[in-house]
């Protein structure tokens, strides 16, 4: 096997554009965005303020995914009490009526924590992709620099609007310090 | 973008203070409620005892926030504090607000009568040691005393930061509210015991003070989206609490209607359960006949309801949705304690008159006092040392 695969053998994953500080960062975002890039992500040591906005993101789906789980909880813990202590297998406990709501209340809000938790959770893997093991930008000598004072923007090259001239020329109109292709 | 700082006229202008229309509400109220005492005595002592719960409970978890806010050295809330702050100071008119109570609690209250009911005879001297009218006077006099004290002294030494702009003031907020807050919890579930719980003195709930408690602090949040919202439709501290600030006071209002619930119903739920005579008498009577209704509409209006449409992210922004359901909440705080009072005077639900009467009695008083005290000062702590942080807040 030979280590010397020539680069033009390997496939471009990503082009990645380098910034010196969250406010380049930020108008480069901007920029991106209005360019009509979907397939692109925002790199930065620390959470920016207003990012989401900058980088045109919608709302996470992920209230909904815990709201559709809760409800199931919800109805699911209150039909499994009523079923079993009314309908199956009735018995009187001191008087109180078979479909007893109040006493019911406890393991109905314990279900519909516990489903919303999981959906939390859960959900959260699922909408972000994970677990994923490896991911090809971990490819870039200076992205390592993210965890410490450099700021990125990658397009991939699964955007419909990536061609590698075309791209590599609009990332440096946005003020980007370096650029470079990062390879699968 | 940032503000460095205030933009916004923080004078209270005289054209925003509704004084005409709470001096005639209060005026119409007063004398109303003064012909009931003459008329129905009884009635307007339950009544007034309605409405008097009713507005201490906002004042009362204003002090409460006010302290928090303190302790924790949050600057979240900085430029709205003044409006809790007036709430919280003049606690001192309650003291004053609290003597027909005191003078009516042989009426009010079973337990001051020596022979109330042969059956419950053995019971009442057994709780007397507590119980008893010297020491109920003298337990709402130290009550009446820590909050005047702890709502007044937190407000002047705001005014006097707003004055003098020492910030060195700042230290003295915290020096008050600590051990403030330890006394509160105390006082706070101690008073509505004795003027709440103890109207029906057979009965007992550990929780009641932190039932009272939570009612109240869920209360106070909706209270002061009103009053943002108003001075806002007058064209007031626009810039100054911002769309940051109500949008908390919205996680606050939900947060709290959760706690609500949890507190209500731990308290309903145990005694439900373990379904003992002497702890059910209370709820029987107020989950019968046509009390019950009351009790459901309580449920949906501070809970059920609430809790549902401000699970939303986007309503909690809305002003309209959060007006809503702020006016829903106070309304079901008042009819909340309604049905805690009331029911210790009539077994079927009814409204008289003298409920209303009260209501805007006190109502003109208390909101009286809240804009005579606040068209006096600046409407935003403007020399607080967190106001800039809080200005930019979002």
């Known amino acids: 096997m030979s280590d010397q695969v020539k680069e033009t053998d390997k496939t471009v994953f990503a082009m990645l554009a380098e910034y010196d500080n969250p406010a380049k960062l930020m108008k480069a975002a901007k920029l991106v965005n209005r360019a009509g890039y979907t397939k692109f992500d925002a790199h930065s040591p620390f959470p920016i303020h207003g990012m989401d906005g900058a980088m045109g993101l919608k709302e996470s789906k992920l209230g909904w995914i815990v709201l559709s789980h809760a409800l199931v909880g919800f109805s699911g813990g209150l039909a499994l009490q009523v079923w079993a202590s009314s309908i199956a297998y009735p018995i009187n406990i001191g008087g109180r009526p078979f479909a007893n709501i109040p006493a019911y209340v406890p393991v109905t809000f314990e279900l519909t924590i516990l489903l919303s938790a999981f959906a939390a959770v859960f959900g959260m893997f699922f909408l972000n992709n994970l677990p994923k093991l490896h991911n090809s930008l971990f490819n870039s000598e200076n992205f390592s620099r993210v965890t410490d004072d450099k700021f990125f923007i990658c397009i991939e090259t699964e955007d419909g609007m990536f061609s590698e001239e075309e791209t590599q020329k609009f990332l440096e109109g946005t003020g980007a310090s370096h650029i470079e292709k990062v390879y699968e | 973008m940032a503000q460095t700082k205030l933009t916004d006229n923080v004078q209270f202008p005289d054209s925003a203070n509704p004084s005409r229309t709470i001096i005639a509400v209060g005026v119409v109220g007063v004398i109303a409620s003064l012909v009931g005492v003459v008329v129905n005595y009884e009635q307007f002592l339950h009544s007034y005892l309605t409405s ?6 906002i004042s009362l978890a204003s002090l409460f926030l006010v302290m928090i806010h303190h302790i924790t050295r949050s600057s979240w809330g900085t430029t709205l504090r003044r409006i809790p702050e007036t709430f919280s100071s003049y606690l001192w008119v309650f003291a004053l607000l609290f003597i027909p109570i005191l003078l009516g609690m042989s009426t009010l209250y079973g337990w001051t009568q020596e022979q109330y009911s042969p059956f419950y005879e053995g019971l009442r001297e057994y709780k007397s040691p507590y119980l008893n009218v010297t020491f109920f006077i003298i337990r709402n006099i130290i009550y009446f005393a820590i909050w005047s004290f702890l709502g007044y002294k937190l407000y002047n030494n705001s005014i006097k930061m707003d004055e003098t702009g020492d910030w060195g003031l700042d230290s003295m907020f915290r020096k008050i509210s600590a051990p403030g807050i330890f006394f509160f919890g105390f006082t706070l579930a101690f008073a509505s015991f004795d003027w709440i719980m103890s109207l029906r003195f057979d009965w007992f709930s550990t929780m009641f003070g932190v039932y009272y408690f939570a009612m109240s602090f869920q209360a106070i949040m909706a209270v002061l989206i009103v009053m943002i919202l108003y001075l806002r439709g007058k064209g007031l501290l626009l810039n100054t609490i911002t769309r940051a600030h109500i949008n908390d006071l919205g996680l606050w209002m939900f947060a709290f209607t959760v706690f609500y619930a949890y507190i209500a ?68 705080h008042i009819v909340e304690l309604f049905w805690l009072v ?32 606040f068209k006096k000062q600046s409407m935003v702590p403007k020399n607080d040392p967190n106001l800039i942080e809080s200005l930019n807040k979002h």
């Open chain 2, 342 to 373: 009331m029911p210790s005077l009539h077994d079927t639900f009814t409204i008289h008159w003298l409920d209303v009467a009260t209501f805007l009695g006190l109502a003109g008083i208390f909101f009286g006092c809240f804009f005579f005290f």
């Open chain 2, 265 to 332: 119903f731990s308290q309903f739920f145990l005694i439900y359960y373990a379904n003992i005579p002497e702890a059910t008498l209370f709820y029987f009577v107020r989950m019968e006949g046509n009390w019950q209704y009351v009790f459901y509409a309580v449920i949906f209006g501070r809970f059920v309801i609430p809790f549902i449409v401000l699970l939303n992210k986007s309503a909690k922004a809305n002003y309209k949705v959060l007006t809503t359901v702020s006016f829903l909440i106070i309304a079901s």
């Open chain 2, 52 to 57: 008097f719960s009713f507005f201490i409970s």
